[in-house]
């Protein structure tokens, strides 16, 4: 019942004049009024959040149409989880963390079905324009399926990183609050996932190695 609840208060989004005005409540007291079952509060931390917690699925799994199950699901367990929610955390950081789960338990879940992963299959690939990314050369839309090709070669652990940083513009603290990796790891596995990301993308923007 809850679920179902859930995703009635995230299909109904698409609105986006409704209550504009109370967007600049804050988000902790939208968590608390949503702990009391306040359906409104939680569907603006939808509007609010549901945007970068898409684009960071997909950048992760790479498909459009999962990207947005993974994203209800995501924000079906946040909302069964509010009261976890601790007040002194960013919500955002909370989400992310959440997001993080779910995509890596789908990416595991696929891994099964298909021990061999397609990088040559096309797919629809339509980022959202609301994300730019530092390495803006990386978002040219003539290097999407390139860079979505790319991100499926880097490990697990890589591709979580790099998405966060380059894509998500996340500081590397609230990295290692999302994936508990020490800055130590995260600092290691962004350097390489660069480097490697660069290997196989420069090639396609003239770049010499």
């Known amino acids: 019942m809850m679920k179902q609840t ?5 299909e109904i989004t698409g609105q986006p ?10 988000a902790e007291d939208l968590v608390e009024r949503a702990r009391r079952g306040d359906e409104e509060a939680f569907r603006l931390i939808f509007e609010r959040y549901g945007r970068p917690v898409i684009s960071f699925i997909y950048d992760m799994v790479g498909e ?3 990207a947005e199950e993974l ?5 079906v367990r946040a909302y069964r989880s509010l009261n976890a929610f601790r007040d002194e955390a960013r919500i955002s950081t909370w989400l ?9 338990e789908a990416l595991r879940a696929r891994h099964k079905e298909n021990s061999k992963v397609g990088i040559t299959d096309q797919i629809v690939l339509n980022l959202p324009d609301e994300q730019p990314a530092p390495d803006c050369r990386l978002l040219d839309k003539e290097l999407n399926g ?11 652990d890589k591709r979580l990183v790099f998405t966060l940083r380059v894509f998500q513009q996340r500081s590397y603290e609230e990295i290692a609050e999302i994936t508990g990796f020490s800055l130590a790891k995260l600092k290691t596995d962004l350097h390489r996932a660069r480097i490697e990301m660069r290997r196989l ?4 923007m003239g770049v010499k190695q």
């Open 6 to 10: 859930t995703m009635g208060v995230i």
């Open 17 to 26: 004049d409704a209550c504009r005005g109370t967007l600049m409540n804050s």
């Open 64 to 66: 459009r149409g999962l």
């Open 71 to 75: 994203t209800q699901e995501t924000f």
């Open 96 to 104: 992310f963390g959440i997001a993080k789960n779910v995509a890596r």
């Open 146 to 156: 390139v860079i979505r090709d790319a991100l499926k070669t880097l490990d697990e």
């Open 201 to 204: 993308v420069s090639p396609y």
